[in-house]
DNA sequence: AAACGTCCCAACCGCCCTCAC
DNA sequence: TGTGAGGGCGGTTGGGACGTT
């Protein structure tokens, strides 16, 4: 339907930000904070498009980014979200506290899909990449300059929302197996395992232990997987969430800092709240109330991905994708905090 | 030291989603 | 319910940095 320019182009700069640039913004932004993108730059005295400020803050200048090499463990767990997720950068950036989106796309287009090539799983699929010969990028590891290899467009890559819970009446394009443990010897232990490349691969997310880590990430290669499954098994804490909890109360006794939800499921499992940001790693710092309950049962709630309605938003949304739409009742899916 | 090739990442582009009217 | 504005996202690209010959 044609759309109006996002700002005049004639009359803005482009490429390269310079220091004053920067300085203009970063000022502007701690003086009003983050408000209409499009107005910013002429309010700021900025010679640029909204969008351009955007990106430029929230990639590179917001002072809560994490700078320096990716870790092992964070490799591993972009790699396991990106196998639940596909190319969902911004919720994978979502469970990676000061990573960006942009940061972790062109993280995984020069290191990860190498190193995936390297053990022989397609980074696309992440199947074994002999097992996936039936897919147009086969073939051997390529070179790195040819690492960009064309996506093999499998709906997963495609606006696909594995954001999304799926309604029994969706269109399932790609699904992915997750399940979600606690680990009974510790309270605050939750494991995500997925069945993927990575079968047997067990993502332990939020102990102690790892508290202060990136991650507490384990991976065990073994299995190829077979399809790419959004089963999930829920592991459910232990004291459950009466209905006389009070998620407000809750948020302020024990933790502050960061958005998250807690979704409260209904269904088979009424009356039991499930945390899925803690669950889905992540970090202590923007840890959930729920941590430190404890889970009793392993709940299957089949989690389905689809092309045919990407409205949906629940599940998996922690912070900016946490919105409540009309679609989640469908999901029987409800949101506290 | 220069030329060339490759890698990497900041930034851009265009489409999609949400929301207000 | 339809439409447009604004914001957000994923894919792509340009050019600087770095390595090799």
């Not at 994978?92 to 993280?107: M, V």
Request: contains cysteine; glycine residues 8%; aromatic residues 6%.
């Amino acid at each position: 339907m044609g759309r109006s320019p996002c700002c005049e182009k004639e009359h803005t700069n482009k490429g390269a930000w310079t220091k004053e640039e920067d300085e203009r913004l970063i000022n502007y932004i701690k003086l009003h904070g983050e408000g209409c993108w499009r107005s910013l730059p002429k309010a700021a005295g900025l010679l640029r498009c909204g969008k351009s400020c955007r990106l430029r803050w929230i990639n590179y200048l917001r002072p809560d980014l994490k700078r320096g090499n990716f870790t092992e463990d964070e490799d591993e767990l972009i790699i396991n979200l990106h196998s639940l997720l596909g190319n969902k950068w911004s919720l994978i950036a979502a469970r990676l506290p000061g990573r960006t989106d942009n940061e972790i796309k062109n993280y995984w287009n020069t290191h990860i899909k190498r190193k995936l090539y390297s053990r022989g799983i397609d980074p696309q699929t992440h199947r074994p990449l002999n097992a996936a010969s039936a897919t147009p990028t086969t073939a051997a590891v390529p070179s790195p300059s040819t690492a960009t290899v064309p996506v093999a467009t499998s709906s997963s890559n495609k606006k696909i929302n594995s954001d999304s819970i799926s309604s029994s009446n969706t269109t399932t394009n790609t699904t992915h197996d997750v399940v979600i443990t606690n680990n009974n010897n510790n309270s605050n232990g939750f494991q995500l395992v997925t069945n993927s490349a990575y079968a047997n691969t067990t993502t332990k997310v939020g102990t102690d232990e790892d508290s202060n880590s990136s991650s507490g990430v384990t991976v065990e290669e073994s299995f190829p997987h077979h399809q790419l499954n959004l089963d999930l098994s829920i592991g459910l804490p232990s004291h459950q969430v009466s209905s006389s909890v009070n998620p407000e109360k809750l948020k302020a006794e024990e933790h502050d800092q960061k958005p998250h939800v807690l979704y409260h499921w209904y269904g088979n499992i009424t009356g039991q709240g499930v945390c899925l940001c803690y669950s889905l790693g992540l970090q202590s710092d923007q840890a959930c109330y729920c941590k430190g309950m404890g889970a009793t049962a392993t709940t299957t709630t089949r989690v389905t991905t689809t092309a045919t309605d990407s409205r949906k938003r629940c599940l998996v949304g922690s912070g900016a994708y946490g919105t409540k739409t009309g679609t989640e009742e469908e999901a029987n899916i409800e949101r506290f905090g």
